[in-house]
């Protein structure tokens, strides 16, 4: 829907103000304490909170947040997401049978004590992963690895981190499901599946052999890249958790895509091609978890592995995946107890290694649900146990018991009322269906629990404030501003790629998109417009643009987010912000100008040589 074009008010200036404030917490969350209440404004809550404050105003009406919904101009929202979260599912529950982690220890077997070899290895499987899957999974399996990694073989993290972060977000242009942000001016543009692969696959690998180049210069020395180093001892084998599952994932995935490429002659809509083969997953792993012992539905306080590398025994620094992710939890246990008002905390017995059991203690520390509920589950075959806890070693059978609070925590009279008791049953009545449904289907629990539902209300509330931006005026500004940039297809390449880039820093790279394709889309901008090629270099450098600007800062991406939540984790601190920075604008100028000058080359080779 295109709005008239409507004069700045005092409702303008609010939206703005709004949208502005969304980004900043979705960068950095805070969370507020009332009492025993926790209000934790983050990625999940600040956007509908954001658009439930402007309709409130009455800055903006229903219209608009069915317009968010439903979508205007060719993006369709709804679409989108169910396209994200199928090939998210399909890719989660490969990486649940340890086959990237196979191809991780294949890859260090492979480069033996060699650091060079081993620095080139993970940097062509780190762009193989992104390429074929998404640079979230890079994110959330690559960084877990490659930090045991370079602590076992004695090496700083540096170059192999900066290296994988690089490659996850340059090789998701190579295709239309790489990133959510391709997806977005795909689906505005109905730009088929192998429309985009055909522009995209040539700036992709030049980008890809431009950064290695620069990152080859960069850490040439010793200090980053020893010549000899001491590789992991395990056997991949020992890591692939279920062999069978990891071929028909992989047989899943691979056949998505080559029906992705024959239906895109017919436009199919991709998202109907994606969520069948989803669908597919899915029940091959219902069937997993069917065919496990009947039993298991009564004893929930069985041993469940968590899905982690096979570490050696002198190893302390993996004590999770990424189930530590805040991006990547669900509501669980933790909202139970914190509607009941229970203070909840850990205390860890060593001697029988029972861990985390709530107390009624409020000066203990929190315990997060997402680790109690984050395990992988599929069973191990004669390759060995994968299974790893917090301090323990793999010859250890730790047992793992996590108790309710409802159950079994202590409590003052003077706090439970009548009706906190009431809600007291009912809670535990939706915690005990919780976990049997995490004893009875572990898998699919494991692989909901990993899938970033964060993205679900954030993407929605994005997708309507910028329609709250276009309805009150904001963006026929911005598509005047961006209209400068309209002289020629060079001019309009180079600008693209540069502004978008530089508003990743500011928006992230999601808001970013959706609110860039608003602006291209906008009669203020395309009145500027007078050719073709013009247009094509708006559309290829917004989409270069949205995936090089996660290489400049952490807050550039969802994925930098993430990434450096899990460097923070796993006690890395060696890439601070500002070091992180320092780095990338090394990296970061050679690819994006590389990226520019092939991109030009094709508008040209296509529409005017």
């Given at each position: ?7 700045l008010d005092?409702?303008?200036y ?5 949208f502005?404030?969304v980004?900043i917490?979705v960068?950095r969350?805070?969370?507020i304490?009332i009492?025993?209440i926790?209000?934790?404004l ?14 409130l ?13 439903l979508?205007?101009i060719?993006?369709?929202p709804?679409?989108?997401l ?26 260090s ?8 070899l ?13 390429g074929?899957?998404?640079?979230d999974?890079v994110?959330?399996t ?6 045991y990694f370079t ?7 540096t ?5 994988e ?14 990133n959510p ?5 795909s689906e ?7 429309t985009y692969s055909?522009?995209?696959?040539l700036?992709t ?6 950064a290695?180049?620069?990152?080859r210069i960069i ?5 980053y890249?020893p ?17 069978h599952?990891?071929?028909f ?10 029906t992705?490429?024959?239906?895109s002659?017919a436009?199919?809509p991709?998202?109907?091609v ?7 997953m ?6 997993y978890?069917?065919?496990q012992?009947l ?6 306080g069985?041993?469940?592995?968590k ?5 050696s025994?002198?190893?302390?620094l ?5 189930q530590?992710?805040?991006l990547?939890?669900?509501y669980g246990?933790?909202?139970v107890q ?6 909840k ?17 409020r000066?203990a ?5 997402s ?15 994968i299974?790893?806890?917090a ?7 730790p047992q ?13 009279p ?11 049953k009912?809670f ?15 898998t699919?629990?494991?692989?909901c629990?990993?899938?970033?539902w ?9 997708f309507i404030?910028?329609?709250?931006l276009?309805y ?20 309009a390449?180079?600008?693209?790629v540069?502004?978008s ?6 928006l992230n790279n999601?808001p ?6 608003q602006?291209?889309?906008h009669?203020n ?7 073709e ?7 290829l450098g917004?989409?270069a ?9 952490y807050?550039g ?5 993430m990434?450096?939540h899990i460097l923070?984790t ?8 500002f070091?992180?920075?320092k ?5 970061l ?14 508008i040209?080779f296509?529409?005017l040589?």
């Amino acid at each position: 829907m295109v709005y008239q074009d409507r004069d700045l008010d005092a409702y303008s200036y609010v939206t703005l103000a709004i949208f502005l404030l969304v980004i900043i917490l979705v960068i950095r969350p805070v969370k507020i304490r009332i009492g025993r209440i926790k209000i934790y404004l983050n990625i999940s809550t600040v956007p509908p909170l954001g658009v439930l404050i402007l309709l409130l105003s009455q800055a903006i009406d229903m219209n608009i947040i069915k317009n968010g919904f439903l979508g205007t101009i060719g993006v369709k929202p709804w679409a989108v997401l169910i396209l994200f979260y199928s090939l998210a599912y399909i890719c989660i529950s490969l990486d649940m049978t340890g086959v990237f982690q196979f191809c991780a220890f294949w890859v260090s077997k492979k480069a033996g004590n060699r650091g060079m070899l081993a620095f080139t290895l993970f940097f062509i499987l780190t762009t193989l992963m992104s390429g074929l899957a998404s640079n979230d999974v890079v994110i959330l399996t690559g960084t877990v690895f490659l930090a045991y990694f370079t602590k076992v073989s004695d090496i700083r993290p540096t170059a192999f981190l900066m290296s994988e972060f690089t490659t996850a977000n340059i090789a998701s242009m190579a295709l239309y499901i790489g990133n959510p942000t391709n997806v977005v001016v795909s689906e505005a543009y109905n730009i088929s599946f192998i429309t985009y692969s055909a522009w995209m696959l040539l700036p992709t690998v030049v980008c890809i052999l431009l950064a290695y180049i620069v990152l080859r210069i960069i850490f040439h020395s010793d200090y980053y890249l020893p010549r000899h180093i001491q590789p992991p001892e395990e056997e991949p084998r020992s890591v692939l958790i279920d062999p069978h599952g990891a071929v028909f994932g992989i047989a899943v995935l691979a056949l998505c895509l080559l029906t992705l490429v024959g239906t895109s002659f017919a436009h199919v809509p991709v998202w109907m091609v994606t969520l069948p083969f989803a669908v597919v997953m899915f029940l091959r792993d219902l069937r997993y978890d069917l065919r496990q012992p009947l039993k298991r539905m009564f004893n929930v306080g069985k041993r469940i592995p968590k899905m982690m590398l096979a570490t050696s025994t002198k190893d302390d620094l993996l004590v999770s995946e990424a189930q530590e992710i805040q991006l990547d939890t669900i509501y669980g246990m933790s909202t139970v107890q914190s509607m009941l008002g229970a203070s909840k905390s850990a205390t860890y017995n060593k001697s029988d290694t029972e861990v985390p059991v709530a107390t009624g203690s409020r000066d203990a520390p929190e315990v997060d649900i997402s680790e109690a509920y984050s395990s992988s589950t599929r069973k191990q075959g004669d390759a060995g146990t994968i299974v790893i806890e917090a301090e323990e070693s793999l010859n250890q059978e730790p047992q793992m018991r996590y108790r309710s609070t409802v159950v079994d925590a202590p409590y003052s009279p003077t706090i439970l009322t009548e009706n906190s008791e009431q809600s007291k049953k009912k809670f535990s009545l939706l915690y005990r269906g919780l976990r049997w449904f995490k004893t009875r289907f572990p898998t699919i629990h494991a692989i909901c629990v990993r899938l970033p539902w964060s993205i679900l209300p954030f993407s929605f509330g994005m997708f309507i404030l910028v329609e709250a931006l276009a309805y009150v005026g904001w963006v026929g500004i911005f598509a005047t501003a961006m209209s400068v940039f309209a002289k020629n297809y060079v001019t309009a390449v180079f600008g693209m790629v540069f502004v978008s880039i530089l508003a990743c820093q500011i928006l992230n790279n999601l808001p970013m998109t959706i609110l860039f394709t608003q602006i291209i889309q906008h009669k203020n901008f395309t009145s500027h417009v007078t050719s073709e090629a013009t247009m094509q270099g708006f559309l290829l450098g917004l989409i270069a643009g949205s995936n090089l600007g996660a290489c400049l800062t952490y807050v550039g991406s969802l994925a930098g987010i993430m990434f450096e939540h899990i460097l923070k984790t796993k006690s890395i601190y060696i890439l601070g912000y500002f070091q992180f920075l320092k780095w990338n604008l090394i990296i970061l100028p050679v690819i994006a100008t590389g990226v520019c000058a092939v991109i030009i080359g094709e508008i040209w080779f296509i529409y005017l040589r």
